[in-house]
Nanobody, 122 residues
Framework: QVQLEESGGGLVQAGGSLRLSCTASGGTFSRLAMGWFRQTPGQDREFVGAINWKGENIYQPDSLKDRFTISRENAKNTVYLQMNSLKPEDTAVYYC???????????????WGQGTRVTVSS
């Protein structure tokens, strides 16, 4: 019922920044908790972070919280992932996720996007 579409991926040099977008349709966006994940070949999806209905970043991994920030713009049904000081190890397919409650986002969100590729070159 909720459809998510990511955009904004691409190639960036190490140390650069990139902002990913995820636009939702088919639901009431302001009532959704949103999250971001990333995945590299042969690996499980890694939780990047989440944002609640208040716009607060929650469950931020210590390894990423200083560089990655999530925000949302409810009027545009869009959530963003701002990535700064990018490293080659950040290279992955990044996925947007959503659910009605934030507590399920890190492990089992109900809705997923198709992903957008991010490549960080050294």
């Amino acid at each position: 019922q909720v459809q998510l579409e990511e955009s904004g991926g691409g190639l960036v040099q190490a140390g650069g920044s990139l902002r990913l977008s995820c636009t939702a349709s088919g639901g009431t966006f302001s009532r959704l908790a949103m999250g971001w994940f990333r995945q590299t070949p042969g690996q499980d999806r890694e939780f990047v972070g989440a944002i609640n209905w208040k716009g607060e970043n929650i469950y931020q991994p210590d390894s990423l919280k200083d560089r990655f920030t999530i925000s949302r713009e409810n009027a545009k049904n869009t959530v963003y992932l701002q990535m700064n000081s990018l490293k080659p190890e950040d290279t992955a397919v990044y996925y947007c996720a959503a659910d009605a409650t934030p507590i399920t986002i890190p492990t089992a969100p109900k809705y997923w996007g198709q992903g957008t590729r991010v490549t960080v070159s050294s």
